[in-house]
């Protein structure tokens, strides 16, 4: 869950090295190291904490000489935070520098039979094993080098490597972790994420699992496990590096909750044809659903509350059993799934760990998959049946915003055109309408909260907060929890309001913050009578609903708005002003927004 880059050509690597790492920063910000070679010799130079360190002790690269190198930016899983578990590792002979994404699970073994053979270890962290293997099996031929060295390796791995003996040359090697080939003009590269490549090349190369890339100034090899070339097709990526930059906004996650209303919208204006819900890039048909005896949705973090929102109107239009799984407890779990079940997988980036791990199992029981993902070529959009993107464009920001808006939106798009393949539906104008309007609606639910920055005042020294809803407005309760935990720090649980009784009341006490989420007229009694409970108690309610609810005002002590819209598609709304608070929040708090502590985008390990 690591950033790497990796850069050769004619100008100054260190430079365009540390300029890749900030772009990879929000995969993990604990250290962050570049490896430049020049004149037959390997210069390094890391550091413990931000890029920004690393720039200040380099001279933002202008120090470091060398026209190819290899970056890191880390997350750590094995060793602590330090400068000496940073990467680039070096061999013990100076002639090797890796960098590494991922975890060598047979690590241990490794280093003890490296150990017994007089290599020296440095570092605490896996990685380290890998160039030492490498310098134990270089020969004078590298690809032969990284052929031996993979075979001994299990587990998950982006590798880049630079040798002394090779001048001009970076190695790239992937494993089940992303890992991209930017195609230049006398020039190329490597990153984990094309965020890092934009603003030099928008040509790129996907590497699957298995293979290596050998990349000179004027040359890109690919290569399978037996070390024979590849013919890889280049692809263009069609959003320009002013979407991956802040655009004056002071965080990318607000530029992101920004964006919703646009990123919803490309989402779904494309696939509306003739008052019909339409996705060219889905093959199915009436006999593909007819034997689907239900649906399983797996996911981790937001993308698996997605899930949870989605599942309300696919059962609602579709009439068929939905079960939402944890992917880390799915893998694991030995699941009740069949050739009569459809797995629908769920991950901005397609390349959650856990989330390909439950896909293969899922697979490998006969189960149909559909992936909803974000990131073009990425392992589960390569791995399903069929695969639905987004097109929510880059994503920054640690904590996702457009990412989950998006992916609720297919899900409902998913529900309306099943339902339409198995006859459902009568007429299904109404929803179609209700979707094409969900843009819209997002705006106003942006425009209609400026109270949300005094609320955020009034609420961000509590020590919890609580937030209660039923159906949908559970579902969307737990994702506003889970972003006002993630980048304010504040104790945030979500519960069914109909569970207070049960036992979560013994919680609440005097001024004691509860956010409501009132936004489906059809339970909305019920959900007044939990406010009535917890303020009874001496709770201060901040409900969520929509304008001109007048039952709400009598009970609540602030309020924010949507506007009306179909409760059966109201989750993309409902969760704006609950990001917009959790921003604001962490805002006064002073946290690193975009960065939360201990926390990175894409989980790429176990």
């Given at each position: 869950?690591?950033?790497?880059v990796?850069?050769?050509?004619?100008?100054q690597a260190?430079?365009?090295?540390?300029?890749?790492?900030k772009k990879l920063e929000y995969?993990?910000?604990d250290?962050a190291?570049?490896?430049?070679?020049?004149?037959r010799?390997?210069?390094?130079n890391k550091?413990?904490g931000?890029i920004?360190?690393?720039c200040?002790k380099?001279?933002?690269?202008t120090?470091v000489k060398g026209?190819?190198g290899?970056g890191h930016?880390?997350?750590?899983?094995?060793?602590a935070?330090?400068?000496e578990?940073?990467?680039p590792h070096?061999?013990n002979?100076?002639r090797?520098?890796?960098?590494h994404n991922?975890i060598?699970?047979?690590?241990l073994?490794?280093?003890?039979?490296l150990?017994?053979?007089g290599?020296?270890?440095?570092s605490e962290t896996d990685t380290?094993v890998?160039v030492?293997?490498i310098?134990?099996?270089y020969?004078?031929?590298?690809r032969d080098a990284?052929?031996r060295?993979?075979n001994?390796?299990?587990?998950?791995?982006?590798?880049g490597?630079i040798c002394?003996?090779?001048?001009?040359?970076?190695?790239?090697?992937?494993?089940?972790s992303p890992?991209?080939?930017g195609?230049g003009?006398?020039?190329n590269y490597?990153?984990s994420d094309v965020t890092a490549?934009?603003?030099?090349t928008?040509?790129?190369?996907?590497?699957?699992d298995?293979?290596?890339?050998?990349?000179?100034t004027?040359?890109?090899?690919v290569?399978?496990?037996l070390g024979?070339?590849i013919n890889?097709?280049?692809t263009r990526?069609m959003?320009?590096?002013?979407a991956?930059?802040?655009g004056?906004?002071e965080?990318?996650m607000l530029k992101?909750?920004i964006?919703q209303p646009?990123?919803?919208?490309?989402?779904?204006?494309?696939?509306?044809?003739?008052?019909?819900?339409?996705?060219?890039?889905?093959?199915?048909?009436y006999d593909?659903l007819?034997?689907?005896?239900?649906?399983?949705?797996?996911?981790c973090?937001s993308?698996?509350?997605?899930?949870?929102s989605g599942?309300?109107a696919?059962?609602?239009?579709?009439r068929?059993?939905?079960e939402i799984e944890?992917?880390s407890?799915?893998r694991?779990?030995?699941?009740?799934?069949d050739?009569?079940?459809l797995l629908?997988v769920i991950?901005?980036s397609?390349?959650?760990?856990?989330?390909?791990?439950?896909?293969r199992e899922c697979?490998?029981r006969g189960a149909?998959?559909?992936?909803i993902v974000?990131v073009?070529g990425?392992?589960i959009?390569?791995?399903a049946?069929h695969t639905?993107?987004?097109?929510?464009?880059p994503?920054?920001?640690?904590?996702?915003?457009k990412g989950y808006?998006?992916q609720?939106a297919?899900l409902?798009m998913?529900s309306?055109?099943?339902?339409?393949?198995?006859?459902?539906?009568?007429?299904?104008?109404?929803?179609?309408?209700?979707?094409?309007e969900?843009p819209r609606?997002i705006?106003?639910?942006?425009?209609?909260n400026?109270?949300v920055?005094?609320l955020?005042k009034k609420y961000?020294r509590?020590?919890a907060?609580?937030?209660?809803?039923r159906?949908?407005d559970y579902?969307?309760?737990l994702e506003g929890?889970?972003k006002?935990?993630?980048?304010?720090?504040?104790?945030?649980?979500a519960y069914?309001?109909?569970?207070?009784?049960?036992?979560?009341?013994a919680?609440?006490?005097?001024h004691?913050?509860?956010i409501?989420?009132?936004c489906?007229?059809?339970?909305?009694?019920?959900t007044?009578?939990?406010?009535v409970e917890?303020?009874?108690r001496?709770?201060?309610?901040?409900?969520?609903?929509f304008r001109?609810n007048?039952?709400i005002?009598?009970?609540?002590?602030?309020l924010l708005?949507?506007p009306d819209?179909?409760?059966?598609?109201?989750?993309?709304?409902?969760i704006?002003p609950l990001q917009?608070?959790?921003?604001?929040?962490?805002?006064e708090?002073?946290c690193d927004?975009?960065k939360?502590?201990?926390?990175a985008?894409s989980?790429t390990?176990?």
């Amino acid at each position: 869950m690591c950033g790497i880059v990796g850069f050769t050509g004619v100008q100054q690597a260190a430079p365009i090295l540390l300029e890749g790492l900030k772009k990879l920063e929000y995969r993990g910000y604990d250290s962050a190291g570049i490896a430049v070679m020049s004149d037959r010799s390997i210069s390094v130079n890391k550091c413990k904490g931000r890029i920004a360190r690393l720039c200040e002790k380099t001279g933002d690269g202008t120090d470091v000489k060398g026209t190819t190198g290899i970056g890191h930016t880390r997350w750590a899983t094995h060793g602590a935070p330090t400068e000496e578990n940073a990467h680039p590792h070096l061999s013990n002979d100076g002639r090797f520098a890796i960098v590494h994404n991922g975890i060598i699970e047979n690590y241990l073994s490794l280093r003890e039979e490296l150990t017994a053979d007089g290599y020296r270890f440095e570092s605490e962290t896996d990685t380290e094993v890998i160039v030492h293997l490498i310098e134990m099996y270089y020969r004078g031929d590298m690809r032969d080098a990284l052929i031996r060295t993979t075979n001994r390796l299990s587990g998950s791995y982006a590798l880049g490597v630079i040798c002394t003996e090779e001048p001009g040359k970076i190695y790239a090697v992937r494993e089940a972790s992303p890992l991209i080939i930017g195609v230049g003009a006398g020039e190329n590269y490597f990153a984990s994420d094309v965020t890092a490549l934009v603003s030099h090349t928008r040509n790129v190369i996907y590497l699957e699992d298995g293979e290596f890339a050998e990349l000179s100034t004027d040359s890109i090899g690919v290569f399978d496990v037996l070390g024979h070339e590849i013919n890889k097709k280049i692809t263009r990526v069609m959003w320009d590096v002013q979407a991956a930059e802040k655009g004056g906004y002071e965080h990318f996650m607000l530029k992101e909750i920004i964006e919703q209303p646009a990123a919803v919208k490309a989402t779904i204006a494309p696939r509306i044809r003739d008052g019909k819900v339409f996705f060219e890039e889905l093959d199915m048909s009436y006999d593909d659903l007819r034997d689907i005896r239900k649906i399983v949705i797996t996911a981790c973090g937001s993308a698996y509350y997605a899930g949870c929102s989605g599942r309300y109107a696919l059962e609602r239009l579709c009439r068929i059993p939905v079960e939402i799984e944890l992917a880390s407890e799915l893998r694991y779990n030995n699941p009740l799934i069949d050739e009569h079940t459809l797995l629908i997988v769920i991950s901005q980036s397609g390349e959650t760990a856990d989330t390909i791990a439950a896909m293969r199992e899922c697979k490998a029981r006969g189960a149909s998959t559909l992936a909803i993902v974000n990131v073009v070529g990425s392992t589960i959009a390569k791995l399903a049946d069929h695969t639905i993107y987004t097109w929510a464009g880059p994503e920054i920001a640690v904590a996702t915003t457009k990412g989950y808006t998006t992916q609720v939106a297919v899900l409902y798009m998913l529900s309306v055109y099943f339902s339409d393949l198995l006859g459902i539906t009568e007429d299904e104008k109404p929803y179609v309408r209700a979707l094409q309007e969900l843009p819209r609606a997002i705006q106003q639910a942006i425009d209609m909260n400026p109270s949300v920055r005094p609320l955020a005042k009034k609420y961000h020294r509590s020590s919890a907060l609580f937030f209660i809803g039923r159906n949908t407005d559970y579902a969307v309760a737990l994702e506003g929890a889970l972003k006002m935990k993630e980048i304010s720090y504040l104790h945030a649980e979500a519960y069914a309001a109909g569970e207070l009784k049960h036992g979560t009341i013994a919680l609440i006490d005097e001024h004691q913050p509860v956010i409501a989420l009132c936004c489906n007229p059809a339970i909305m009694e019920k959900t007044l009578s939990n406010i009535v409970e917890v303020k009874s108690r001496g709770a201060e309610v901040l409900a969520l609903t929509f304008r001109n609810n007048h039952k709400i005002l009598s009970v609540a002590d602030d309020l924010l708005f949507i506007p009306d819209i179909d409760p059966v598609f109201s989750a993309v709304v409902e969760i704006v002003p609950l990001q917009l608070l959790a921003y604001y929040v962490a805002k006064e708090n002073g946290c690193d927004i975009d960065k939360p502590k201990n926390l990175a985008k894409s989980v790429t390990v176990e």
